[in-house]
């Protein structure tokens, strides 16, 4: 059975940084697209980051652009989401999901076939 398990969230103060690991389980995830959704109390989901199965693209949502960096590590399966420059209006839950893609990043969340069970970060004022 295909799992994802999140870790590293927390609470943190403005400013703070947090890298979160997301650990695949049940396959080998290395063609697998990866994503980072998060979903703030009373908003929808959105995407945060996503990375091609080869590591050699990624995306960056404008909102997290120049403070956040997704990254994996294909032998040992997680996709890692370092989150420096912490502001309160990233707090929420984050999730880590995967899809089976060679080609492109998905961008929307009916894309990905399996998620985590999300980790919440908690960034105080």
């Known amino acids: 059975q295909v799992q994802l398990v999140e870790s590293g969230g927390g609470l943190v103060q403005a400013g703070g940084s947090l890298r979160l690991s997301c650990a695949a389980s049940?396959?080998?995830?290395?063609?697998?697209?990866m994503g980072w959704f998060r979903q703030a109390p009373g908003k929808e989901r959105e995407l945060v980051a996503a990375?091609?199965?080869?590591?050699?693209?990624?995306y960056i949502a404008d909102s997290v652009k120049g403070r956040f960096t997704i990254s994996r590590d294909n032998a040992k399966n997680p996709v890692f989401l370092q989150m420096n420059s912490l502001k309160p209006e990233d707090t929420a839950v984050y999730y880590c999901a995967a899809v089976r893609r060679r080609l492109g990043i998905p961008l929307m969340s009916d894309e990905y076939d399996y998620w985590g069970q999300g980790t919440q970060v908690t960034v105080s004022s």
């Open positions: 049940g396959r080998t995830f290395s063609t697998y697209a």
């Open positions: 990375i091609s199965w080869s590591g050699g693209n990624t």
